[in-house]
């Protein structure tokens, strides 16, 4: 059986989150089950308020979360995976940059048909409302973040403290010690004052980079490439951090394509920094210094 389904009105405040549930390997299902979990898991994402912002219609936050349900443990309960991908505007620009395209292999999650999502934020009452609203405030943190330099720290906070009040939670994702790359990991490296840089690349990266590429693409390129020596600090502080797969997985294809527009001196500096950091996409590097010289 295959499942995609995908809502496209919106009834949001600050979140415009699109939902696919796919349930291609669980035989037997009951499909409108299936529709109603992606329309309540829809409903819970866009209706609910997450911040003490006004939003404008035109404001809110694109976002795509991609559910694979693998698993049928019980008639209520389901093992698989969630994909995030969080999109921004560029200024002055039609084209929209990824900010997130994140894979969480630990979904794990009960789901009784009709019965309202509930989410406490000071319990672990309901798994599957706490990893929708954990993501939905890193996915307001990223946001914030690439408008204002550390400006989503109060949404990096509130999604820790899902994190910690997830701690006896029996399902995995939540604890130190199941994994380096897990949504534990995720928040405290965001968080972590050792690996700052970060999300200043973040804030330099996007705002002071990206959205100065539209009048100014010299100059605007050139605060990109700079703001890669943050994530290069950080990388050599600790190459196995988890936000740093997070980074280049967003990023990579959008940094072949920045730089292979560039002059020859600045392809070369950021080719050593990206081959250093991300060596799983040197061959994709390559095309940087490969492309035609100004």
């Known amino acids: 059986m295959v499942l995609i389904l995908s809502m496209n009105k919106s009834f949001a405040q600050e979140l415009r989150c699109n939902i696919s549930i796919s349930a291609q390997k669980i035989q037997g299902a009951n499909r409108t089950m299936f529709e109603t979990m992606q329309a309540d898991l829809y409903e819970f994402m866009n209706n609910r308020k997450w911040t003490d ?5 035109d404001e809110r936050i694109e976002c795509n979360f991609f559910i694979n349900l693998d698993e049928q443990i019980s008639s209520d309960e389901f093992k698989g995976s ?3 991908q969080l999109r921004r505007p560029v200024f002055n620009a039609s084209y929209e940059t990824v900010l997130l395209n994140l894979k969480d292999n630990d979904f794990h999650c009960k789901y009784i048909e009709y019965q309202t999502l509930e989410f ?16 939905a405030y890193i996915i307001l943190g990223m946001d914030y973040d690439s408008f204002s330099l550390e400006g989503g720290t109060e949404y990096f906070q509130k999604a820790q403290s899902i994190v910690n009040n997830s701690q006896n939670a029996r399902e995995k994702g939540w604890k130190a010690y199941e994994s380096e790359r897990n949504r534990y990991w995720l928040v405290e490296n965001i968080l972590n004052k050792s690996y700052a840089g970060f999300r200043s690349c973040i804030y330099q990266y996007h705002r002071q980079g990206l959205d100065l590429m539209a009048e100014k693409a010299p100059e605007g390129r050139g605060v990109i490439a700079e703001s890669l020596k943050s994530i290069q600090k950080v990388f050599r502080a600790r190459p196995s951090l988890y936000i740093l797969q997070v980074f280049f997985d967003a990023k990579s294809d959008e940094l072949v394509n920045i730089f292979s527009k560039s002059f020859p ?16 996409n040197g061959s994709k590097y390559e095309k940087i210094l490969k492309a035609d010289s100004f």
Request: glycine letters at 0%; one cysteine or more.
């Open 53 to 57: 912002q006004k939003y404008q219609m």
């Open 82 to 84: 969630i994909q995030i």
């Open 120 to 135: 406490n934020e000071t319990s672990n009452k309901d798994n599957l409302t706490n990893i929708l609203a954990f993501y």
């Open 265 to 280: 001196d600045e392809r070369n500096r950021v080719s050593v920094i990206l081959n250093e950091c991300d060596p799983s």
